[in-house]
Every structure is written in structure tokens, then in C-alpha cells.
């Protein structure tokens, strides 16, 4: 079993309806890749991906403009909703008057602290939290002075930097992430952030790549870290579609038993002794169970020989071959059909187990 039951200890902080840290689940998470302002785009863009499982969203911040958008976003999601700051502090201002659930912004780069008090009294008044994003690709001067080049020990020196200005001004509804495009920099940083402090961890490989590349690097960065118990929410980078970025998300969270009620599909890889057209049926069966929520999990296997016996941990499967497909809950046989009509039946299987769990 790859169960994780443990977590490393974090704080508390709510986010909307949600709460990051804790013991409670990890959070999927992505960001619009639309402009801001352009409400109407930015909308459909956020609720393909709560179709798709995302449970909060975030958003540029760049300008007025799209400060101004942010309440009529927010009236037409169901999700929270991040801004993402950088400098400029009346568009924090702006943002949390708006109604956003959490802001993304660094304390130390807005410059004045009586302009960082106005944020910190703003999120107070609202109870809502703020996000410490550290780069690696944006380090301050002094610490890549310091360490050479962008290290663990830098950024985790910058992360509590940031954190000592909130906390001077008794504000702790803070969430962190240490992001680098470095698989190795970032795992060691998110390890030592978690031995220096308790605030909840936002995960993510930043500037991952693209669909595949940017998906593995995430798998194996994340994976990593989830796997020590490590990482309250996440958030996979891609240069694709961000529905895309919820997919991989999912499929590394599943993994390491952390996605509550998603599916969960088992396909063999075929070989000399294929009897069926696996490979089309298993992308057909994965698209099929991706919006089912429920822990089932389905096999599709090419053949009878190790077939059922192979996926015994499945909860159903099919395993095809001379003109017929066997169709099995558990690693029992329950019953032969047809091929025509093999990969329906089993989605009527499917549909029957995931109506039974909606009624227990
Ligand atoms: Fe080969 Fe059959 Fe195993 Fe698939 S299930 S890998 S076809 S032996």
C-alpha cells in the first residue's frame, strides 16, 4: 500500500471555504493563464477548471484594470480566489476590498512598512491569508550574495525574511512556497522550510516545461516531497492548457493515496501476448472515470493469462482476448461478453459501483 496517512505539521489557515495545513487534505490549485481583465475569458477559463477538480485559483494582479475585474470574477466562480501581487501595494488594497480569499505577495518587496501595515490590517479586517512566494529565479541581491547563487539556505533565509515583517505586525495567516525550476534546489529548500517553520507549504516546481516534461519534473519534485509528508497545497507549472496543470496534479496526489474520491486507472503495457486494441480502450476508459469522484479503481488488461490475477487490487477491470472480454471485480471473474460490446458493459460496471458508493 502507498497510503500516506502522516503529515508534517503545519499550521492552520483558511482559504475561503477551504483550509490549508493542518490535517487537512492537500489543496489542488492553479492559475489563469488569461488577462485578468478580460472577465468573460478568465471566467470560462476557471470553471473548466473546477470541472476539472481545482479547489482555488489564482489570478494576475498586474494593473487597475485588472484589480477592477476581480468582484465581478469572484461573483461568477465557485472557488476561491488568489491575487497575485508584486509590488504594488494599493493593488493589494484594491484586491482584498474586491473580495479575494488570499493575496500572493512579498512584504518585503512592497518597500515601506507602513504601506505593508494597510495590507496586513486589510487581510486582519477580512480574514483572509497571505502567500509568501519565493523564486529562485528572483532571489534578493543580498542572499544570492551572500550563499553565491541561489541555494536552500537562501531562500529559506528570504521566506523568513518575509515572514519576520507579518509577524512583527502580529499577522499569521501565512502560507509559503519555494519554487525553483530546479527540481534538486527545490526539494531541498521545501525540506529545509519545513524543519525552520510551520507555516503551511505551497508546493510547485516553477517553469516546469511543458505538458510532458513539465508534468514529470513535477511528478518527481512534488512526489518527493508529498512523500516525506511534506506540502499542503499544490500547484504543477505548465506551458499548457491549465486544465492540464489539475490533471497532473491529481494523478501525483492519487498516487500517494491524497486525492480523496478521484478514480484510479491500471492498464497493462501491453506485450507479445496482446489479444485486444488496448491502448485506444484504456485512453477511452481513463477519460470515461476522470469525472467520476469515488475511489474506484479500473483495470484494462490485454489479455486472460495473468489478466484478473495482475489487477487483483482493482476494484473492477476487464481483460480482453479472442473475441471476448472478461470482466472481473477484485481479481474474480463475474462474467464473459462479446468484445463489441465489452468496453460498455464495463462502463456500465462502472456507472452501478459509482451509484452504490453515492448511496453508502
Ligand atoms: Fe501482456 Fe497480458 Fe500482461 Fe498485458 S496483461 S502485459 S497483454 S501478459
Known amino acids: 500500500m502507498n497510503e500516506i496517512t502522516h503529515r508534517k505539521h503545519t499550521r492552520p489557515v483558511k482559504v475561503g471555504n477551504l483550509v490549508i495545513g493542518g490535517k487537512n487534505e492537500v489543496i489542488m490549485q492553479s492559475m489563469c493563464t488569461t488577462k485578468t481583465h478580460d472577465v468573460a475569458s478568465t471566467v470560462e477559463q476557471i470553471l473548466r477548471l473546477e470541472e476539472a477538480g481545482c479547489q482555488i485559483v489564482r489570478v494576475a494582479v498586474p494593473d487597475e484594470r485588472a484589480a477592477e475585474a476581480l468582484s465581478e470574477i469572484k461573483s461568477q466562480i465557485n472557488i476561491p480566489l488568489v491575487a497575485d501581487i508584486h509590488f504594488d501595494y494599493r493593488l493589494a488594497l484594491k484586491a482584498i476590498e474586491a473580495g479575494v480569499d488570499k493575496i500572493r505577495l512579498n512584504p518585503g518587496n512592497i518597500g515601506r512598512i507602513d504601506r505593508v501595515q494597510k495590507v496586513v490590517t486589510a487581510c486582519k479586517e477580512k480574514n483572509i491569508p497571505i502567500r509568501i512566494g519565493v523564486n529562485a529565479g528572483s532571489l534578493e ?137 488496448l491502448i485506444p480502450i484504456a485512453n477511452e476508459i481513463e477519460q470515461y472515470i476522470e469525472s467520476i469522484k469515488a475511489p474506484i479503481t479500473v483495470a484494462i488488461l490485454g489479455c486472460g493469462v495473468n489478466g484478473p490475477g495482475e489487477a487483483r487490487e482493482a476494484d473492477i477491470g476487464l481483460a480482453g482476448g479472442l473475441g471476448k472480454g472478461m470482466l472481473f471485480k477484485k481479481g474474480k471473474i463475474i462474467r464473459t461478453v462479446p468484445e463489441e460490446i465489452m468496453v460498455e458493459e464495463l462502463k456500465k460496471e462502472i456507472d452501478s459501483m459509482y451509484e452504490h458508493f453515492k448511496n453508502t
Do not use: Q, W
Not at 517553469?207 to 512526489?223: N, P, Q, V
Open 141 to 277: 541581491k543580498k542572499f544570492l550574495v551572500k550563499y553565491g547563487y541561489p541555494t536552500a539556505e537562501g531562500m529559506v533565509a528570504s521566506a523568513l525574511e518575509h515572514i519576520k515583517i507579518l509577524e512583527d505586525l502580529d499577522f499569521h495567516d501565512i502560507i509559503v512556497s519555494l519554487k525553483a525550476s530546479n527540481v534538486k534546489l527545490a526539494l531541498e529548500a521545501y525540506e529545509l522550510a519545513s524543519r525552520s517553520f510551520d507555516y503551511p507549504l505551497h508546493l510547485g516546481i516553477t517553469e516546469a516545461g511543458t505538458l510532458f516534461t513539465g508534468s514529470m519534473k513535477s511528478a518527481a519534485g512534488l512526489g518527493a516531497l508529498l512523500s516525506l509528508g511534506i506540502g499542503n497545497t499544490v500547484r504543477v507549472s505548465l506551458s499548457a492548457d491549465p486544465v492540464e496543470e489539475i490533471r497532473v496534479a491529481k494523478e501525483v496526489l492519487k498516487a500517494f493515496g491524497l486525492a480523496a474520491n478521484a478514480t484510479t486507472l491500471v492498464s497493462c503495457p501491453t506485450c507479445g501476448r496482446i489479444e485486444i486494441d
